[in-house]
């Protein structure tokens, strides 16, 4: 099992209902990492809840630093079963910010979107 990890815009006019409009190169991360990405973003994020990418963005680029460098804090976290590690969680969080990068600064398919206005869930 895996994440779906999808950002989205909110359509204006029509109350808590959100876009999807593109999603992170590595977009689904095994479930097993999950208890790596809380520890190193010190975020108990919900699946399937969107969040604010302005209020969360922070918190994938703090994982990838702490992954980067305090790996023996994390190597606790490597599944025992081989599907996943610090590398991939690496992988699949700096995934997010680039392609959050690209959406916020207009090298994306359509126009720029504010950071305040692109949502992410997992």
Known sequence: MSYDIRFGVKVEGMDGYIATIDEPEYSSPTYNLRNM???CMDWDYEQ???????EVI???ERG?????FNPAKY???NPPNGWGSISSAIEALES???KAHEIVEGSWSWNEIPLEHLW???
């Open 58 to 60: 922070p918190k994938f």
């Open 75 to 77: 190597k606790k976290y």
């Open 96 to 98: 997010v910010i680039k």
């Open 37 to 39: 990405f809380v520890a």
């Open 48 to 54: 399937g809840t969107w969040y604010n990418c302005a």
């Open 120 to 122: 992410i869930r997992w």
């Open 64 to 68: 990838v630093h702490e992954l980067r």
